[in-house]
């Protein structure tokens, strides 16, 4: 069994900064990749950003891309993501994701960033 839970949401002003977290606990989490996503009101989840098990390789959605940075401490089973520059577009339940494959897919409950102007 893998737990996710995702912390650091809120409320903050256009061109503000956030941190979200997400700790992690159960088998193998180090040493699988993981992710952030994010589903706005009325709308799907999608992908924000994506890490290796290592942190060497990162990825991001194209409306993120030079804003956000995710990085881990596997040390700390933690998984971050830095969000800069903030827009109202950004306001989301932003979630945690592990995929483990064969071994299951795993979410946390999330945590609501909102972004006013």
């Known amino acids: 069994q893998v737990q996710l839970v995702e912390s650091g949401g809120g409320l903050v002003q256009a061109g503000g900064s956030l941190r979200l977290s997400c700790l992690a606990s159960g088998r193998t989490v180090n040493t699988t990749s993981m992710g952030w996503f994010r589903q706005a009101a009325g709308k799907e989840r999608e992908f924000v950003a994506g890490?290796?098990?290592?942190?060497?390789?990162?990825d991001y959605a194209a409306s993120v891309r030079g804003r956000f940075t995710i990085s881990r401490d596997n040390a700390k089973n933690t998984v971050y993501l830095e969000m800069n520059s903030l827009k109202p577009e950004d306001t989301a339940v932003y979630y945690c994701?592990?995929?483990?494959?064969?071994?299951?897919?795993?979410w946390g409950k999330g945590t609501l960033v909102t972004v006013y102007s």
């Open positions: 994701n592990a995929d483990l494959g064969v071994f299951g897919d795993y």
């Open positions: 890490i290796s098990w290592d942190g060497r390789q990162t």
